[in-house]
């Protein structure tokens, strides 16, 4: 039986980069994919999203060329062309994929292919070939749930059900596209395909979308994308799918169909345990193996990163975690601080958040105070013909720590590691306010907002 220091399963973005770091800190590392090299977010979530949302957007600046001074002619000869968008996803995702193979094999990070099974917390079995180790690493992932309604799995299997997954590939652009869920999926997937034509329905069982977010970044969005043509439902009641269409009770108790050419169900992801449910691992009511800060689980050298812990399901997230493992593995002694990860959407425009929203503070009763610069207010917004938006950053009151930040903008997602730099450092808003910022830039608003935080605002 071949013997290893480190058995990673699962080649995501919290797999690879574990395997590969504790290759290079000498430790001889195993890594076992049965699918995608570079997990769901490089094969069919992250990236390939990104891609088409890029192209959805040259042909939306396109349509509204004329405000920026440029006489394109007849737009009615402008389309999507939907075939290229595809090819130029696939070679973007294709491009990746590869390079992460190939950075394993340069680190000499041994290759198996094929799905695991964990026998006990220091022996898996890949296709019938056992291997053993010192510290298994369990980075399995998640995937899409699935509404258990009357419809759904015969809606699925027949094509008209479908998950993000699907959602990236479809034959041609819909003309009418239903999405169950109002999370960060669900919107991107509605600003995506509202920018290529598709009449697109946002069905949401609560009172709002994106509903773990501050509220102010809600409210914006929700009435950018009403402004954007996107119907949003909310306090709906979903009944079942049927002959082609979902069958729900919306918000005043009526019974309504709505016909579609697609319905994508984006109500959140559930963690991947196969192979793993029998040996001690300590699981949760979520399906979620449970682990500690530093990534361990109840079982001694055995750790898990990624979807499948459920803490924060995102990619960045699983990459840190995989470091962190290594670390420990070494007598390091790391953790992850999750008060301190930013998320982001990649909506039109972007949103970017980390720490705390106002909502969740006034609930834990933690004063702090809070400063909102519109988007409008910034000259660089102004001329790239971009206004719409904000930043708002949380502080506490008496010595300026920084709590939270949240921003909406065209480039939020780049922005928002300013903000969780000086939080990972305890830097306070003084310390960003201090920091000269070129001009012009989006990121100005972040000074601007830090002294409206000192209470001498300047350009508002």
Request: aromatic letters at 6%; glycine letters at 10%.
């Given at each position: 039986m ?6 990673v ?7 690879y ?38 192209s ?17 002619g ?28 190939f950075?394993?094999?340069?680190n ?33 992932g ?51 395909y ?23 970044v ?48 984006s ?9 793993f ?37 995102l ?55 809070a ?9 660089k ?25 949240h ?54």
């Open positions: 071949d013997k290893f220091d480190v058995i399963v699962g080649a995501g973005p919290g797999g980069v574990c395997a590969i770091k504790a290759a290079q800190e000498g430790l001889k590392t195993m890594i076992v994919e049965k699918e995608y090299y570079g997990g769901v977010c490089l094969n069919v979530g992250c990236i390939p999203t990104k891609a088409l949302l890029k959805s957007k040259v042909y939306d600046i396109i349509q509204h060329a004329d405000t920026y001074g440029i006489d394109i007849d737009l009615g000869k402008i389309a999507p062309n939907w075939e290229k968008m595809q090819d130029r996803k696939s070679k973007v995702v294709n491009k990746l994929t590869s390079g992460v193979e950075l394993l094999k340069k000499k990070v041994t290759i198996v292919k094929g799905t695991a099974k964990a026998l006990d917390k220091n022996t898996i079995e890949v296709d019938g070939k056992k291997y053993s180790c010192d510290n298994l690493v369990i980075a399995t998640s995937t899409s749930r699935m509404l258990p309604l009357p419809g759904f799995e015969e809606g699925f299997k027949a094509g008209y059900v479908i998950s993000s997954t699907e959602a990236l590939k479809l034959p041609k652009i819909p003309k009418k596209l239903a999405v169950i869920g109002g999370g960060v999926i669900g919107v991107e997937f509605a600003c995506l509202r920018r290529l034509g598709t009449e697109v329905t946002i069905l949401q069982g609560l009172d709002t979308i994106l509903e773990i977010l501050d509220k102010d809600r409210d914006e969005m929700t009435k950018l994308l009403i402004k954007n043509k996107v119907k949003i439902e909310t306090n709906v009641k979903i009944k079942e799918i049927k002959d082609k269409a979902v069958h729900y009770t919306n918000d005043k108790g009526e019974e309504v169909v709505l016909k579609t050419d697609y319905c994508l169900v109500v959140g992801r559930k963690p991947i345990i196969n192979g449910e029998n040996i001690g691992l300590n699981i949760n009511e979520r399906q979620s193996i449970v682990v500690d800060d530093g990534c361990r689980t109840n079982l001694p050298g055995v750790y898990a990163i990624g979807d499948v812990v459920g803490k924060a399901m990619a960045h997230v699983a990459s840190v975690q995989g470091l962190i493992v290594v670390d420990n593995i070494k007598g390091r002694n790391q953790k992850i601080d999750y008060n301190k990860i930013p998320a982001c959407i990649y909506s039109y425009p972007e949103v970017a958040v980390v720490g705390k929203t106002e909502d969740e503070l006034i609930k834990a009763k933690i004063p702090y105070k400063f909102k610069f519109p988007i409008a207010a910034n000259g917004a102004l001329a790239d013909g971009e206004t719409d938006g904000f930043v708002k950053i949380i502080c506490e009151p008496k010595y300026g720590e920084i709590l939270g930040a921003m909406i903008c065209g480039t939020a997602t780049d922005m928002i590691s300013e903000i969780t730099t000086c939080m990972e450092m305890e830097g306070t808003i003084y310390d960003l306010g201090r920091a000269i910022t070129p001009h012009p830039t989006l990121s100005e608003m972040i000074m601007e907002a830090v002294h409206g935080l000192e209470g001498h605002a300047i350009h508002i």
